[in-house]
Each structure stands twice: as C-alpha cells, then as structure tokens.
C-alpha cells in the first residue's frame, strides 16, 4: 500500500494497523492490515547476515526544527529528513528490556518505549534505564497498565488503565508521557479518544511498518520485517516480549545505518 493511500484511509477514520498489533494472533475486531501477518516459526531459520558488533555510539541526533503535534491518529513523521520512528511496546520479557536499553546505550540508538507497567521487568530495569529517560534518548509513552483493549472498557475502567500507567511511569522514571499513548491493539474509536484526552493523552499513536514480533518469529523474520518498513519518516513498531530481536540489533543497526536513518523520539520531532 502506497503512503499516500494509507493516511488518506486514515484521514478518513479508518483504522489501518499491523495484525500484530502486541499479540501473536489478530483478536476481536482486528482492523484491516498493513502487513502479512509472519508465517510459522520454522526450527531450521534461515542464517541471518552478520555485521560487525556494536562497540560505539554511531547515532547523533541533528538539529531538528520541531513541529506542533498535529490533531488526530499520528501514524509517520512529517517532513523529508531521512527520520525514523523505532517504537518497541509492552515489555513481557525482562530480559528483552534489560538488552533494548543496552543496546541503546550502546549504539546511541533512540527509541520509544510504549509500555505496560503491569510487566515486572519496568520495575526490574529502572536502574539501568532511567538515565536514558532522563537525557531524552528513550522516551516513555503510555501503553495502558495491563495492555487492554481500550474500547472494550466502560469509561471509568478506560480512564484507570491510563491513569495508573501514567502515575506509575512518573513515579518510577520522573517523566511525564504525555500527550503520547498507543491505544493496545490499535482499537480505539471516537469515545477512547475523548476519554483519554480528558487527562491529556491527547495523541494516539499508531504506526506504518512493524517488525511483527510480539509473539515468537525468527531472526530472520525480524530482520526481513525490518528491511521492508525501516524508511524515512516512518513510525514502525516492535516489542519487548521476545529474544530474536535482540540477536540481530547489529543487523538492524547496520540497516539503519546503510540507508542514511536517523533514529528519533517523538519528543525530538514534535513540540508540545
């Protein structure tokens, strides 16, 4: 599907998201998909091309003229500077936590953590992660406490699962989410917006491209999913649930780097 095509189904209130939307398989009422959900796990993968280990920061932010956060679904980044938007969500897998934050303290990669703090790891991790919260190069948004399905929820319900995320991310890391939540699975309609915006996560943001691994893929998979949507001024998203990714971060690095990307946070582009 042409950019193009996309954001104009989503200016028109279609809600076009990747089928794995932070789960395996696609639940009730998953909207229409961007991409082709992964085939099976295959125990005999195909090899992954290797690269050169991590050994030094490579990723220097610019100076970047920020933007007003605009109205609606955030979907891309705006603009033509060779911007990339790696959000990762959740967080089942301490382990996962504990090597993303590594290897974005090693590689000076910047990211956006969308998550849970229902998951035992965001407790776990605070030591290792905080500072990079607190310099900006991993932002924090809000992902609902227990990742649930928002528009299945009665209003008080909805609002309480943002709002003990929210006081639990400002207690543990000292920074402020909003205006930025992910609404699980991508659902979230007319009512969710306005309740979530009552208590200013005014900016739902979703995505176009995914990595596809919120449930068990291949490295490989991991690695083709990223070749196919790692391109300017995309928001692609990934998780914090299982190990293959973090055994082909120098692949995806390399990547990154190969086509000229700059990883960003939202709160590197945009003004609020």
Not at 230 to 241: A, C, Y
Request: charged content about 15%.
């Amino acid at each position: 599907m042409q950019r193009r095509t996309f954001l104009a189904l989503i200016a028109a209130g279609g809600a076009i998201v990747g089928l794995d939307a932070c789960t395996a398989s696609a639940p009730r009422g998953t909207p229409a998909a961007v991409v082709t959900s992964p085939s099976p796990v295959s125990t005999a993968a195909a090899p992954v091309q290797t690269v050169p280990p991590i050994s030094a920061p490579m990723h220097r932010l610019p100076v970047l003229d920020k933007v007003p956060i605009p109205a609606g679904v955030m979907t891309g980044l705006p603009g033509n500077q060779n911007l990339l938007a790696w959000t990762v969500d959740d967080g089942s897998n301490s382990e996962v936590i504990r090597l993303y934050t590594e290897f974005a303290k090693t590689s000076g990669t910047r990211l956006t953590f969308f998550l849970n703090g229902s998951y035992s790891g965001w407790t776990e991790n605070a030591a290792l992660l905080k500072p990079l919260v607190q310099s900006g190069q991993i932002q924090l948004g809000n992902h609902t406490w227990s990742h649930a399905d928002l528009t299945s929820l009665s209003d008080t319900a909805a609002i309480a699962e943002l709002q003990r995320n929210h006081d639990f991310i400002v207690e543990t890391y000292g920074v402020d989410p909003r205006p930025y939540y992910r609404p699980p699975y991508g659902f979230r309609n007319a009512r969710t917006d306005k309740l979530a915006a009552s208590i200013g996560y005014t900016t739902p943001v979703l995505w176009y491209g995914t990595l596809s691994d919120s449930g068990l893929i291949t490295e490989q998979q991991v690695t083709d999913f990223a070749a196919q949507w790692f391109l300017p001024e995309h928001i692609v998203i990934g998780h914090l649930n299982f190990l293959p990714v973090t055994n082909v971060f120098p692949a995806l690095l390399d990547l990154i780097t190969t086509r000229g990307l700059t990883t960003v946070t939202l709160d590197d582009v945009f003004s609020h």
